[in-house]
């Protein structure tokens, strides 16, 4: 549905529009939040207020990220599974799902289009029977597949209480989506409105309180999901490799339990005329933990968690720097070069399928300097367009070059 779909800005080094946004502008982002009072209390945010953060472009992300949340209304409804049915819709192996006795919604029954992977979630956390609706719908079988479900809704019924909240969008021409299945326990809508309200103030208090600044090179979003990169400003170069700039990642998904987070990844880059690369690194895990603020956090526990940040940022770039420093070090980098072939060519991501066979094309050559072997990872990169496969590939690269203890 063109309705559904994921916006990207890539900020330029010629961006002159909007170099900082004042802060009191921000507060829009959270006009709506029943956090609002208190989130600004924590903050001590009428002593900021007037203040300005100079990052170009996220005046920008502020506009589009309210823009694109005001096109739904978003509400979370309880319902017992043995009150939700599913109906084959008007596009090819789609459904709607219809909702019964809602317990907490001014309607008390509705109908709404499953979106992203709703449809699956729905046949297979409550019926185990994913594949087997997938079938029943291709192959025109529905009434078979309503049966199955009825009778295994009648064996909920009979079960008790057996509660789940689903996530709805609403739009402007009065349909309802299904975005997503969630718990019924406590949650904290904190929204990517919320999210974007307490990056920039975070970041306004790193600049302020600990000279860091940083700026903003990339960000996607939607109507749930958020994720955007912040390159801290200056750089260190590490002999036989070169320039190393640590990038923070702040991301958000309405839906997930660890809704709100910071993560750290790295861009390690040359200027050589010959071997001119720059390529993106993320780690799984490193030895500084990733901040996380889940659904269930109370407010004062999340500011708890941002005065963390400073602290962060400096032993996570620490850590990553002393594993590209070991990096430099190493004897045999074609060795690495063939182990990061095999990891591609074994991996059972469907996404990477396409792209095997050019990247088995350029990975198949020897090399004798780490310097090459970056120059390879950036040309796999360019041959990559779909972002949560590039996500993935920064993982398989970092893996490659840590360190073996």
């Known amino acids: ?65 309210i823009a694109r949340d005001e096109v739904f209304v978003k509400k979370d409804i309880d319902c017992q599974i043995s009150d939700v049915s599913f109906q084959p819709a008007s596009e090819e192996n789609m459904i709607n799902i219809h909702f ?102 975070a970041l306004f ?33 590490i002999p036989n490799v070169g320039k190393l700039n640590f990038i923070l990642e702040m991301s958000n998904d309405e839906i997930k339990r660890e809704a709100f987070r910071f993560s ?30 889940r659904h269930d956090f109370l407010p004062s526990t999340i500011i708890g968690y941002i005065a963390r940040l400073s602290s962060y940022i400096h032993d996570a770039e620490k850590d990553m720097i002393n594993d590209i420093t070991e990096l430099s070090k190493v004897s045999n980098p074609d060795h690495l070069r063939y182990t990061l072939l095999r990891n591609f060519e074994r991996s059972h991501n469907q996404a990477l399928e396409p792209f095997k066979q050019k990247i088995n094309n350029i990975l198949n050559v020897r090399i004798k300097r780490v310097s090459e072997l970056l120059l390879l990872m950036d040309k796999v990169d360019k041959i990559i367009t779909d972002l949560e496969l590039k996500e993935y590939i920064r993982y398989i690269y970092y893996d490659i070059i840590k360190p073996k203890k």
């Open 100 to 201: 019964e006795n809602i317990e907490n919604y001014k309607k008390t029954s509705l109908t709404a289009h499953a979106i992203y992977n709703t449809k699956r979630d729905y046949f297979d956390w409550f019926y185990k029977l994913d594949k087997f609706a997938n079938f029943c719908i291709s192959e025109k079988h529905i009434q078979l597949l309503i049966d199955n479900i009825s009778r295994l809704n009648d064996n909920y019924k009979s079960k008790g209480d057996l509660k789940k909240s689903f996530r709805l969008l609403l739009d402007r021409d009065g349909e309802y989506y299904v975005r997503a299945i969630t718990s019924t326990n406590k949650y904290y809508d904190y929204n990517i409105r919320f999210s974007l309200f307490v990056t920039i103030i």
């Open 205 to 237: 208090k790193l600049n302020k309180e600990n000279g860091i600044n940083f700026k903003l090179i990339y960000c996607e979003y939607d109507e749930s999901f958020i994720r955007i990169y912040f390159e801290k400003i200056g750089s260190t170069v």
């Open 264 to 293: 750290s990844l790295i861009s390690l880059s040359n200027n050589s005329r010959t071997e001119k690369f720059e390529v993106e690194l993320k780690p799984r895990k490193i030895r500084t933990d990733i901040i996380s603020i």
């Open 1 to 65: 549905m063109q309705k559904f779909y994921r916006d990207t800005f890539r900020n330029s080094e010629d961006n002159t529009e909007n170099k900082a946004i004042r802060l009191s502008s921000c507060l829009k982002l959270i006009e709506n939040s029943e956090y609002k009072d208190e989130l600004t209390g924590l903050l001590n945010f009428n002593l900021i207020s007037n203040e300005y953060l100079a990052i170009s472009g996220i005046q920008h992300i502020v506009t589009s990220v």
